[in-house]
């Protein structure tokens, strides 16, 4: 699902020890992957409150009246650009905090950039839960957006897939938390205030975890602070691991970085990074075309729109995101034993075919026109297509578009890769949540039909122009491009330390 890298590790060139994971490794991993509880959070709790009439009632009255009335299109109950911009309002500054991430990061260290989102998230959680009007409310959102744009894994190659998957089970598990809440308190007065209030809890689980762990190799090589950097490389390696090389190396590639004296946003630019650059844009952009977070955002609107009552349709949201959870927890079985491009050609084909059906379905149902009553047997089985196009995103598109930008970049153009990276994902995400439910209404079932033609081309894409990089050490990875068949004609064809 959405945005929010983590990077933990050496972050420099990576020598494999076997793939021997130390307890330092596993708690820093788990600590940066717990970032995507506020993300997953946010993106269950904003999609159920917006079913809730109190929640309504308050803000958005307008779309109550509209849902009320008997003559509405039941694809247009919720067209509202207000009520979207309440949930894309926390892109559009997540956005702008993921460009300026990177010049945060490396004056601060990674350690204190996820302190200080955590931080930035936590304040967000408190206004939303104290709003009195769409004004307190947007600015909740913002600051939520500023702190989830400030958080950024890399294991050793044998586990690295299995670690990065960690973010998105992380993401799912704060999905499913917040389905759960918004079912319990869909009825209380308050329910909306308790539920964006507890968006609080997360955060401090996170900013927490964050003040305790150690910051990278990396960011204190970049920062001149030698003797914590062989600590930490200690840490990760274990105690009897001798870290002098590594330390020397990593030392080295940052001099070379420093000595190129060059804005790195115009370096990612060169030809030799093109491929690089390619992926960090359409990587993230791709994942959210495939409108999973479109579906978890508004999958309580979707569900009560095609003829489930409230309950029943923050229920299907739930099971919707208990799906999802399970397919992650496959992905981080089998990511590194089958590879990636094997994982998203297939999750590809899954998801293709359930917004196939999905809009088939819909048709049936409702007709063309979208104004006749769904059956609760053709309601049934849009939860279904959708649970089992949710599964096939949870294994390969969900966990792998966090996964391939965090190992292909060369330490020159990491932390910036990962910035366009992120941005690109909060932009995109930005533009299809602000513009979804209005998209929902003119096109009907025709929106299914634009996500599909999406995740055709994306896994077309993956076939032709995406290496594997299952088990390739980073400071490897120079090699995967120089040997496939269209990028090579981009990259040196010789491997330097960049």
């Known amino acids: 699902m959405a945005p929010v890298g983590v990077l933990v590790g050496s972050g420099g060139p990576v020598k494999d020890f076997g793939g021997k994971i130390t307890s330092s490794v596993v708690v820093t991993c788990v600590v940066a992957a717990s970032s995507g509880l506020i ?135 704060g999905v499913v938390a917040a389905n759960f809440i918004n079912f319990f308190l869909s009825k209380h007065p308050w329910g909306w205030r308790l539920s964006l209030g507890l968006a609080v809890v997360p955060a401090a689980v996170m900013t927490a975890g964050a003040a305790l762990i150690s910051d990278t190799p990396s960011s204190l090589v970049e920062r001149g602070r030698l003797r914590e950097a062989k600590q930490s490389l200690a840490r990760i390696r274990g105690a009897n691991a001798d870290v002098e090389g590594e330390l020397d190396d990593l030392v080295k590639s940052v001099d070379v970085a420093k000595a190129a004296n060059q804005e790195p946003f115009v370096t990612i630019l060169e030809r030799r990074y093109r491929p690089h650059l390619v992926m960090a844009v359409l990587i993230p952009f791709f994942q959210q075309v495939t409108g999973i977070n479109i579906i978890a955002f508004y999958a309580p609107v979707l569900f009560q729109s095609v003829g489930f009552g409230k309950d029943s349709a923050l229920i299907g949201s739930t099971i919707l995101g208990v799906v999802n959870l399970g397919a992650i927890l496959v992905s981080t079985a089998v990511v590194d034993r089958y590879g990636r491009r094997f994982l998203f ?135 995967i491009w120089e040997q496939h068949w269209y990028w090579r004609r981009f990259v040196a064809t010789t491997t330097t330390t960049t």
């Open 39 to 173: 993300f997953g959070y946010d993106i269950g709790i904003s999609g159920g409150v917006t079913t809730m009439e109190s929640f309504l009632k308050k803000f958005f009255p307008s779309v109550l009246r509209k849902a009320a009335a008997a003559e509405t299109n039941i694809y247009c109950q919720y067209d509202s650009q207000l009520l979207t911009a309440f949930t894309s309002s926390l892109y559009i500054a997540g956005l702008a905090a993921s460009l300026v991430a990177s010049r945060v990061t490396a004056a601060l260290g990674r350690k204190n950039t996820m302190v200080l989102g955590g931080l930035t998230f936590l304040a967000g959680g408190a206004v939303n839960g104290g709003a009195v009007n769409v004004a307190m409310l947007i600015l909740g959102r913002i600051l939520l957006g500023i702190g989830v744009g400030f958080t950024n894994q890399v294991a050793p190659a044998k586990w690295r897939g299995a670690f990065n998957t960690g973010f998105q089970f992380f993401i799912g598990i």
């Open 345 to 479: 050609m297939a999750g590809g084909l899954q998801m293709l075919i359930c917004k196939l059906a999905v809009a088939a379905v819909l048709v049936a149902g409702t007709g063309v026109s979208g104004t006749e009553h769904m059956s609760k047997a053709l309601a049934v089985a849009v939860l279904v297509l959708l649970c089992t196009y949710g599964a096939g995103f949870g294994w390969s598109w969900g966990p792998l578009s966090w996964l391939i930008p965090s190992e292909i970049f060369p330490i020159k153009i990491r932390t910036t890769g990962q910035s366009i990276s992120l941005a690109v994902n909060f932009a995109t995400t930005f533009v299809l949540s602000q513009t979804f439910l209005t998209m929902l209404c003119h096109l009907k079932y025709g929106a299914f039909l634009f996500y599909a033609g999406w995740i055709a081309t994306m896994t077309l894409f993956v076939v032709c122009f995406l290496p594997e990089t299952k088990g390739i050490p980073l400071d490897s990875m120079q090699g």
